[in-house]
C-alpha cells in the first residue's frame, strides 16, 4: 500500500467484475485483490473485503485475516490516516476458485445498491466527529466479524453487513446507509447474545443430564 490513496472513476461493482475475470492461478493474496482493484481508497477497499461474507460461498480463514483488515482500515478512517497493513495479512493467500464467485456475487449485490447511494441525512457523515465516530463502528464490526461464529449462519454476515453500510454511507455521504450500519451492529450484538445464552443453557442441561449427583438424586 502506498501513504496516500486515490479514488478511481470506476464503480466498485465495475473493478470486482473485472478481478474476478482477472485471476490466475490456484490461489491468490490479498496483495494481487489490491493490485486488481485499484487505489480505491480505504473505504472502498473495506467495501470489498465484506463481499466474501455476503454470498454462500466458504472461504476458509478469511474471518479472521479481512476482519483484522477491517479493523486497521477503522482505525484509519477513525484517525483521518493511511493505516499500516502488515506483510502478514495482505500476502495471506486464498483459494482462487472460491474468490472468483465470490467476487462475481458481490459486484451483483454492489451493482443494486448503487442505484439507491445518494448524498441524504449528512448529519451522520459530514462532520469530523462523525467520521472518527464511524470510523470506530467500523473497528467494532470489524471485532464482531473476527468473533469464534464462523460456522453459524449469519454470525459473519451481520457485521459484514454493518462494515458495508458504514463505508458505503461514508463514500457517498448517505446517512441512511451509516445508519443501517448502526443497526446492522445493534442485530450483531443481539444475535450473538442469543447464542451466547443458548450456549449457556445448553452447557446447563447437559451438566444437569450428566451430573452423577444429581443423577442420584443428592
Not at 82 to 102: G, Y
Not at 116 to 123: C, G, Q, T
Not at 189 to 212: E, K, S
Request: aromatic content about 8%; proline content about 6%; charged content about 15%.
Amino acid at each position: 500500500m502506498t501513504e496516500e490513496i486515490h479514488d478511481t472513476k470506476a464503480s466498485l461493482s465495475r473493478v470486482l467484475t473485472g478481478a474476478a475475470t482477472s485471476l490466475e492461478g490456484e490461489t491468490t493474496s490479498v496483495r494481487e485483490l489490491l493490485a486488481l482493484i485499484g487505489e480505491q481508497g480505504m473505504l472502498m477497499l473495506c467495501i470489498f473485503l465484506t463481499i466474501p461474507f455476503l454470498v454462500p460461498v466458504s472461504i476458509p480463514g478469511v474471518s479472521t485475516v479481512f476482519g483484522l483488515l477491517v479493523i486497521l482500515i477503522g482505525v484509519g478512517v477513525a484517525t483521518n490516516r493511511v493505516p499500516w497493513l502488515p506483510n502478514r495479512l495482505i500476502d495471506r493467500r486464498f483459494p482462487t476458485r472460491k474468490l472468483c464467485p465470490a467476487l462475481e456475487q458481490g459486484a451483483k449485490i454492489l451493482q443494486r445498491l448503487e442505484r439507491f447511494l445518494h448524498p441524504r441525512w449528512e448529519v451522520l457523515t459530514r462532520s469530523a466527529a462523525m467520521n472518527r465516530f464511524n470510523g470506530a463502528m467500523i473497528v467494532f464490526a470489524g471485532l464482531l466479524l473476527m468473533a469464534p461464529f464462523g460456522l453459524i449462519p449469519f454470525s459473519n454476515t451481520l457485521p459484514a453487513l454493518a462494515a458495508l453500510f458504514l463505508a458505503a454511507g461514508m463514500v457517498e455521504r448517505d446517512g441512511l446507509f451509516v445508519f443501517l450500519g448502526y443497526l446492522s451492529i445493534l442485530a450483531t450484538i443481539v444475535y450473538f447474545g442469543v447464542l451466547i445464552a443458548g450456549a449457556v443453557a445448553a452447557g446447563v442441561g447437559l451438566h444437569r443430564v450428566f451430573n452423577p449427583a444429581l443423577l442420584l438424586g443428592l
